[in-house]
């Protein structure tokens, strides 16, 4: 198998979840918000608030553990995972991890975001 037939292969982790639970997590999460800003701060919120650290993931190949979540910078909309790799911690923006399962109590609100985030 070829490089580019495992990436036309390769789903997001968000495809094997019940999409209705992802809508009621991103509905939950934006029933008071008002413009994208407050849709943000709500997400990110209910992810703070209901995701459970630590948690498989894997990014680019290597499986990695994610400790917490970190408000971005530099980037308006964005949501950083911090992640443990090697024994040492660094943050990946949220859209370039793949969960693996189990999947961790909360993850809903995570694929909310990523769901929110593709529709910008």
């Given at each position: 198998?070829?490089a ?7 789903k ?14 991103l ?22 608030d ?8 894997r ?10 979540m ?14 443990e790799i ?14 693996l ?6 993850h809903?609100f ?9 529709r910008?």
């Amino acid at each position: 198998m070829t490089a580019k037939t495992r990436k036309a292969q390769a789903k997001p982790w968000t495809n094997k979840l019940d999409q209705d639970v992802v809508q009621e997590a991103l509905e939950e999460a934006c029933v008071d918000a008002y413009g994208e800003d407050e849709q943000h701060t709500g997400l990110l919120t209910l992810i703070g608030d209901e995701l459970q650290f630590p948690f498989d993931a894997r990014v680019m190949g290597q499986t990695i553990q994610v400790v917490d979540m970190k408000w971005p910078e530099n980037d308006t909309y964005g949501l950083d995972l911090v992640c443990e790799i090697d024994g040492e911690e660094h943050c990946i923006e949220a859209r370039s991890v793949e969960l693996l399962p189990p999947f961790p109590e909360g993850h809903q609100f995570l694929a909310a975001y990523l769901d929110w985030r593709r529709r910008l």
